[in-house]
């Protein structure tokens, strides 16, 4: 499993599970099996409504949690500093335990809120209660105005990226910051499947579609966190990480790059 420095020091595996609408009830196990067959990262959000499950899915996997990397996020309607503190310490009391990155889910730009959203997260880090900071959904103007007014830069971006809209802009800012991408949506809905780029790869490797974009997220540099609760897909994507795609065949998968997008805009999301 290819790991990844952040700029703190710390260290995130590149591709991990997703658990965004996974049922509560299914969570702590669908967890406990994902880490059992080697998953080191679990992303996880407050209003996912399944960090409790996520909580017992570590505590029940059979590696220790030292081991392990856990994100969750702070939701919009939460930000602000003494807020931020408050959704954290539910967020903990949750999960049972404290993550090992917090995110700022969304700017929510009109808001105006996700500096002092930072400052209490700075604050959480500083006091020892999360190793790691970063954000979600954030556009180059906002990564700018954060760290120029406090002076401390992200470890990681989580975005939208798949084929369809490959953010190459802000990549490049994030390389430049010394930021990971770490990309949702990351097999764009299926969308690019048939795309004979990926038809190629496929071909060559004996590889599924999925395994070829997921592998490609990892050949850019990002981190990647699909979602499954099946069993045979989430050693899938697992077994994504064994391959490679040449230089010739990157430079095809560049070439589908539409900038669709399939979630929120960050601008406005709110």
């Known amino acids: 499993m290819t ?63 030292d081991q392990l990397f856990v994100t969750t996020k702070i939701w919009n309607d939460r930000q602000g500093h003494d807020e931020t503190l408050r959704a954290f310490d539910e967020s903990v009391a949750r999960l049972g335990m404290e993550p090992d990155l917090v995110l700022i889910h969304w700017p929510c730009p009109e808001k105006g809120l996700y500096l002092d959203t930072w400052r209490a997260m700075i604050r959480l880090r500083e006091e020892g209660r999360v190793k790691s900071i970063g954000v979600s959904n954030f556009m180059g103007d906002h990564l700018e105005r954060l760290i120029g007014e406090t002076g401390v830069t992200p470890v990681l971006n989580q975005i939208e990226l798949h084929p369809a809209l490959q953010q190459t802009e802000l990549r490049a800012l994030h390389d430049r910051l010394g930021i990971v991408t770490q990309c949702w949506t990351p097999l764009g809905k299926g969308q690019s499947f048939d795309a004979a780029p990926v038809q190629a790869v496929a071909a060559r490797t004996g590889k599924s579609p999925a395994q070829v974009i997921l592998r490609w997220h ?39 790059d539409a900038g669709t997008r399939l979630g929120p805009d960050p601008r406005t999301f709110s």
Do not use: H
């Open 218 to 256: 990892v050949q850019l540099g990002c981190s990647v966190i699909p979602r499954s609760t099946n069993a045979g897909r989430l050693a899938e994507n697992l077994a994504a990480c064994d391959f490679s795609l040449t230089d010739e065949e990157m430079a095809a998968m560049a070439t589908l």
């Open 3 to 65: 790991v990844l420095k952040l700029n703190d020091g710390n260290r995130i595996p590149a591709l991990g599970l997703g658990i965004w609408q996974i049922p509560a009830d299914q969570t702590a196990r669908i967890v406990s099996f994902a880490i059992g067959m080697g998953y080191g990262l679990i992303d996880g959000a407050a209003i996912y409504g399944n960090e409790a499950g996520l909580g017992q899915g570590v505590r029940d996997g059979s590696v220790a949690r």
